[in-house]
């Protein structure tokens, strides 16, 4: 039988449906991460600007792991030239409101000026402030504060509620509602997963990084040129073995389990219930200052690295998991996406319309159990596309066999076709197949992706990647610096930053606990 039979006979049954707008309410949301560089193109020191409002309390701009890494953040739309518009219009605020700096163009960080260069993010006085300056802190004991800088996009993405439903309802399906719903979206995961070496591959923008980001350190990586490494045919260094990865999974044997909720929660709830005597050397405490909310394997859920994660909404100081097992899964969160150096959004429409048709695949494509040969695959073919994946004849591994990645790459593009045809239904327009084309050139010609044009730009103008990326940062700043920014974008911006101020001094208000009481009563959550 057709390996995709129960991809067709779900697409055959939607497409049969009276309710033609059933696919048209998808929630779509972005964040994207940045550094602010100063004018000679190093890590900003200054403290993240007082006119951009409370880190620890803004809905739509706060920082990340430093100061200067800045983090935008649209709310969910069902359109995604809104979510675009917003982030856009955001962005627009942000350089209103910078003091003679940039904000950085590409996921990998500009040249480092060794660990103490890079300044710890800060959230203000209150329990729930220092506990995320604390976790930072330690993510640098951890991983080292130079790897946290790597920047990404991340695409937030939920079915409309009709959605569910009425695929339960051809499905058959007995469990409650909820319960489908959780178990629709762990299908969806597990095949973004096993298939998730595309987004990369497609969309990878860091094959070549600044030597200074390796500290001195040994590398297999090729030299570009005396202030740059690369690998001629990588398409994101970001996703590969110099990125940010829980490096101790080899020695404590954790790896989040996507079998179904109960057993994701379970696994993380372990992780971060369990001590690890590689953290343990660091301390909790300091000359009495935190060095880490617990010396266990995690610290919390976010630390564990994934490509994708399930997500809900949290209710206050409330833990991911517990979210979880209340509420179960609202939507998911894929971070596997570069920024892409060539917008100066970070990210186009038709990147986005290609990712809500991927991870709709994915959740209507056959889903079954990921077992250790098959996990080992994935990581296998994650790796492989970060480092080489644009070598002709690249060969995966799939079940057990070889293939290569462009005969997978398009065995997925014609059977997302389908997909695209039904996101497009009522669109004369047609964007989905559109982007659909042109990421099915992409598989067929690697010098098209974002990662080959990086390369053939810097080899062209003899550029280090450096000077690549800051000659890109330079030109988005113009085109953000000529924006107009309408009177009701500004006041919607003012308010929220008004607002973020008046909650931070709220919190600072509320706290009567000490912070080691603050981090029992965190944990305690059941």
Same mark, same amino acid.
């Given at each position: 039988?057709? =390996?995709?039979? #129960? ?17 048209? *309410? ?14 000679? *193109? ?36 069902? =359109? #995604? ?22 904000? @950085? ?14 300044? $710890? ?28 800088? #790597? ?12 959605? @569910?439903?009425?695929?339960? /309802? ?22 973004? !997963?096993?298939? *998730? ?24 990586? /090729? ?21 940010? %990865? ?23 709830? @372990? ?26 394997? $995690? %610290? ?8 994708? +994660? ?15 097992? &209340? ?7 894929? +971070? ?36 250790? %040969?098959?996990? %080992? ?48 239904? /009522?669109?004369?327009? &047609?964007?989905?197949?559109?982007? $659909? ?15 080959? +044009? ?28 000529? $924006?107009?920014?309408?009177? !009701? ?8 930053? &008004? ?13 009567? #606990? ?13």
């Amino acid at each position: 039988m057709h =390996k995709y039979h #129960i991809l067709r006979k779900r697409l055959k049954a939607l497409l049969e449906q009276p309710e033609s707008q059933l696919l048209t *309410g998808n929630q779509i949301g972005l964040e994207k991460e940045c550094l602010r560089v100063n004018r000679s *193109g190093s890590i900003a020191q200054t403290a993240h600007p007082e006119a951009l409002g409370s880190a620890l309390t803004h809905p739509y701009i706060t920082t990340d792991y430093s100061e200067a890494l800045s983090e935008f953040i649209t709310p969910p739309f069902s =359109k #995604i030239s809104d979510a675009l518009d917003f982030l856009q219009n955001t962005q627009k605020f942000v350089y209103k409101n910078l003091d003679d700096e940039i904000l @950085w163009a590409t996921s990998m960080p500009c040249v480092v000026a060794g660990e103490s260069s890079i300044p $710890l993010a800060r959230y203000g006085h209150s329990n729930a402030g220092t506990m995320k300056t604390v976790y930072r802190r330690a993510l640098g004991h951890r991983y080292g504060r130079v790897m946290q800088l #790597i920047a990404g996009v991340h695409f937030n993405f939920s079915l409309t509620e009709s959605f @569910w439903p009425v695929l339960q /309802d051809l499905e058959g399906d007995q469990q409650s509602l909820q319960d489908f719903i959780n178990t629709r979206y762990f299908d969806l995961i597990r095949n973004s !997963q096993r298939m *998730g070496w595309l987004v990369p591959y497609l969309f990878g923008a860091s094959p070549a990084v600044s030597k200074s980001f390796l500290l001195g350190g040994s590398t297999t990586l /090729d030299e570009f040129d005396e202030s740059t490494y690369y690998e001629p045919y990588a398409t994101s260094l970001r996703m590969g073995d110099i990125g940010y %990865q829980n490096n101790k999974e080899n020695e404590s044997g954790i790896k989040a389990c996507y079998k179904n909720i109960d057993s994701y929660i379970s696994s993380l709830d @372990w992780a971060i219930n369990t001590p690890y005597v590689g953290y343990e050397k660091f301390g909790l405490l300091k000359d009495g200052k935190y060095q880490q909310l617990n010396t266990n394997i $995690l %610290q919390i859920e976010n630390e564990y690295y994934s490509t994708i +994660r399930p997500k809900q909404i949290l209710q206050g100081n409330e833990k991911p998991t517990i979210a979880l097992a &209340k509420r179960g899964v609202k939507y998911v969160e894929l +971070r596997s996406l570069d920024v892409n150096a060539y917008d100066p959004l970070g990210v186009n429409e038709s990147q986005v319309y290609f990712l809500e048709a991927f991870l709709l695949f994915c959740l209507l494509h056959d889903s079954p159990m990921i077992e250790l %040969q098959e996990r %080992q695959e994935i990581d296998h073919n994650e790796m492989l596309t970060a480092h080489r994946g644009r070598m002709q004849g690249l060969n995966l591994s799939r079940n057990g066999h070889n293939q290569t990645l462009q005969d997978w790459g398009m065995e997925i593009m014609q059977e997302m076709a389908v997909v695209c045809q039904l996101l497009d239904a /009522d669109n004369p327009e &047609k964007p989905y197949t559109a982007s $659909l084309n042109k990421q099915t050139e992409r598989v067929l010609n690697p010098d098209m992706t974002p990662s080959a +044009r990086m390369l053939d730009d810097m080899h062209q103008d003899s550029e280090s990647f450096h000077r690549f990326a800051e000659r890109m940062s330079r030109q988005h700043s113009h085109y953000y610096k000529n $924006l107009h920014l309408s009177a !009701q974008q500004e006041q919607f911006h003012l308010q929220a930053v &008004k607002a973020s101020r008046e909650k931070q001094r709220e919190i600072e208000a509320a706290d009567n #606990i000490s912070f080691e009481q603050y981090l029992a009563d965190y944990f305690a959550q059941r």
